[in-house]
């Protein structure tokens, strides 16, 4: 019997190498093999996300075998306008793959040993702490560091955001001594956290999380009370039949239903969440709708 022939598709990472969105490519080209999928990666970065969905949604609409990373730093994005008009129906939303959290990070070898270290530090002199961070005012990382500032009695003003294009090009510039300190995910700490370089301060979870970060304290532990959850997931483009869709949305449901996912997605750093087709659009809607009432609350575009 002849073998069977894999299916040929391109996993896009709308950011550069190295980060939370590149893992979620090779997860799901990992948890793909055994169907068999052959998922190429490919790197289109530019405006947190923006370049890849307009690069989609205008010139690509209907690629039947092209998946698009997004997280919920897109989908924050997506609520504080930073795709230009773009809404939620605008793309077809193919399978949430995991969960990741919000972390804060710092090199090894930095004099901050606790989270309580670093506010210190930021109340004192925040002119000398550089905090690298995906994204512009606004982001999910820029907004974790915000949130730990004001509970602080920190001015978010004050503070010093280096942007950057996605959490490998942070983690690069924070090892390099660019900046200091990193405002990240959960995900992105594991892979840098083995290699003995990094430090993670909090991870801004309900609780400690198990494997590489298992000795890390949530931030609640060191008296701040802030949760970071992020949802990793694909989307494919606007005009992609139904057949193809579905073609795709019923092959994420089998490989997250296989027994080797969960050891997988955990090697990732991510943790169990999975919503794929419908179920996953509905979340997808209702969480733009929330993000976008806590821009509104925080005051973002009028306050900063």
Not at 103 to 117: E, F, G, H, K, W
Not at 264 to 291: E, I, Q
Request: charged share 20%; net charge neutral; with cysteine.
């Amino acid at each position: 019997m002849l073998p069977v022939r894999a299916t040929a598709a391109e996993c896009i990472v709308p950011s550069k190498p190295g980060g939370a969105m590149d893992l979620t490519c090779k997860l799901a080209r990992k948890g793909l093999q055994e169907l068999p999928v052959d998922l190429q990666i490919s790197y289109l970065p530019g405006g947190i996300g923006a370049v890849a969905w307009h690069t989609l949604v205008s010139q690509r609409r209907a690629e039947p075998d092209t998946l698009v990373v997004f997280s919920g730093g897109s989908l924050l994005n997506l609520a504080e306008g930073k795709f230009g008009d773009a809404q939620t129906r605008d793309v077809r939303w193919v399978a949430a793959l995991g969960l990741d959290y919000g972390m804060i990070a710092v090199r090894a070898d930095s004099p901050y040993q606790t989270l309580a270290d670093l506010v210190t530090a930021l109340k004192n002199h925040p002119d000398k702490v550089l905090i690298g961070a995906s994204g512009t005012i606004g982001s999910q990382d820029w907004l974790k560091m915000a949130l730990l500032a004001k509970q602080a009695g920190i001015n978010p003003k004050v503070l010093r955001f280096v942007a950057l294009e996605g959490g490998g090009e942070s983690f690069i510039a924070m090892q390099a001594g660019h900046v200091q300190v990193v405002s990240g995910d959960a995900s992105e700490a594991t892979l840098y956290a083995r290699a003995g370089n990094t430090r993670v301060l909090a991870v801004l979870a309900e609780q400690r999380l198990p494997g590489a970060l298992a000795a890390v304290p949530t931030a609640r532990e060191q008296g701040v009370d802030l949760i970071w959850p992020v949802i990793r997931g694909v989307w494919m483009g606007p005009q992609v039949s139904d057949a193809d869709y579905l073609k795709w949305v019923a092959t994420f449901d089998r490989m997250m239903a296989a027994p080797a996912f969960a050891a997988t997605r955990a090697h990732y750093g991510l943790y169990p969440f999975s919503l794929t087709g419908a179920a996953l659009t509905g979340y997808v809607a209702k969480a733009v709708t929330a993000y976008r009432q806590r821009a509104a609350e925080l005051g973002l575009l009028r306050e900063f």
